[in-house]
């Protein structure tokens, strides 16, 4: 297998450790990040790939990556997107038509217009190369191949609910009575489990994303505003134009977060910010579970989805773990990029 990696930080550089480590059958071929290029067709080699990476004096320039990946015509060539760009995926087409599998934890292509995903998962089946994607949804897990094999087997699909979140995860799994809501999410923060700007987890859009994924992987020809998202940043939070200043507006909120968190205790249940899948709509929204419910017991930053079926409808089919992470994440881009052959 040869590689072109675009992509070489938390989630790209843990790759190359473990592909380093792992499979001698596996050549790197190329890397770029978003300065620098790297191309050897023999093989990189992955001791220290950093400073040959570093000492490069290819600028990166995407199109120029895709020609000079093309003409080197290799057998078993993997474009393996480990960015979090949205430019990208305009090479993607272009790539598969070029009989290149592409294997990527980037979401961005998938969750962007059904007409986009529909049109690469086609290109990818009509030039008989894989375009795979496991880790766009609750990282390592494998939730999109269980959902695959579900819907190839026949099975229909009742119900998806899911914590499709690490970092909201957290922030449920920690908030009691003990902290107002704002102070938590100010620790996850400091902690490094939040986006550098709260905001961009607390509004559910990443959230959503994922469950557009997963409806469309059911087979619905779904789109992003058709989901109905539950944003828990104040109104007067998105509004404002610094990240402290959004915490001055969000410490006006906890009274209404303890007062939904003291409901829910004292009907003995928890808070779960949860995405939906249920009669061809998806919705994200924070809800009061009670212990009957598989989510109850969820701890630390995990994720979990639940499947009911019909063949799965007295107990759904549960998968529960870490939802991000650099070694179980890039061990799932590992996985997808074995599955290409
Ligand atoms: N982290 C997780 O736990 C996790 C879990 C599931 C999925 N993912 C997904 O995995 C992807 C990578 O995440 P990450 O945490 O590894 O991000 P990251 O540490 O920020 O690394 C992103 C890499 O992409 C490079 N890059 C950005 N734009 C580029 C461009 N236009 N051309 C070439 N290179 C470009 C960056 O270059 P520089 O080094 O020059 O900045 C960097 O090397 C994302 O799509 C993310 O959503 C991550």
Same mark, same amino acid.
């Given at each position: ?14 790759? $190359? ?36 990476? #570093? ?24 474009? &393996? ?14 790539? *598969? ?17 059904? /007409? ?12 008989? &190369? ?7 949804? +609750?990282? +390592? ?7 695959? %094999? *579900?819907?190839?087997?026949? %099975? ?7 914590? $499709? ?29 939040? /986006? ?17 994924? $997963?409806?469309? /992987? ?9 989901? #109905? ?9 998105? #509004?404002?134009?610094?990240? /402290? ?52 017991? *969820?701890?630390?930053? %995990? ?17 529960? +773990? ?20």
């Amino acid at each position: 297998m040869n590689i072109f990696l675009v992509g070489t930080g938390l989630i790209g550089g843990t790759l $190359l450790d473990q592909i380093n480590a792992q499979a001698n059958i596996i050549h790197v071929i190329a890397l770029a990040n978003s300065e620098h290029t790297l191309f050897d067709d023999s093989r990189i080699d992955l001791t220290d790939w950093q400073s040959a990476l #570093e000492e490069s004096t290819d600028d990166t320039d995407m199109a120029k990556f895709v020609s000079k990946m093309k003409s080197l015509n290799l057998k078993n060539s993997i474009f &393996v997107d480990c960015t979090a760009s949205e430019e990208t995926q305009n090479y993607y087409e272009e790539i *598969l038509n070029a009989k290149i599998s592409i294997v990527t934890p980037n979401k961005k292509a998938n969750s962007s217009s059904f /007409e986009t995903y529909q049109m690469l998962k086609n290109t990818a089946a009509k030039n008989s &190369v894989k375009f795979l994607y496991e880790t766009n949804v +609750g990282a +390592g897990l494998p939730v999109i191949s269980t959902l695959n %094999d *579900l819907v190839k087997t026949g %099975d229909k699909i009742i119900k998806i609910e899911a914590v $499709l979140s690490g970092t909201l995860s957290y922030i449920f799994n920690v908030f009691t009575d003990k902290m107002p809501f704002s102070t938590v999410v100010q620790q996850a923060q400091k902690k490094g489990y939040t /986006e550098p700007d709260p905001r961009d987890d607390l509004n559910g859009v990443d959230v959503a994303r994922k469950i557009l994924i $997963l409806a469309r /992987e059911s087979g619905l020809s779904m789109e992003i505003d058709a989901i #109905e998202i539950e944003n828990l940043v104040p109104e007067a939070g998105r #509004e404002a134009n610094s990240v /402290e200043q959004f915490f001055v507006e969000l410490k006006k909120a906890d009274d209404k977060f303890a007062a939904m968190q003291n409901q829910a205790k004292c009907n003995n249940k928890k808070l779960r910010y949860i995405a939906k899948l249920e009669k061809g709509l998806a919705t994200v929204s924070l809800q009061a579970i009670d212990k009957n419910h598989p989510f109850y017991d *969820l701890s630390g930053s %995990d994720n979990i989805v639940s499947f009911t079926t019909k063949r799965y409808k007295e107990t759904p089919l549960v998968i529960k +773990g870490p939802g991000a992470g650099a070694e179980v994440t890039a061990a799932g881009v590992f996985a997808d990029i074995l599955r290409t052959i």
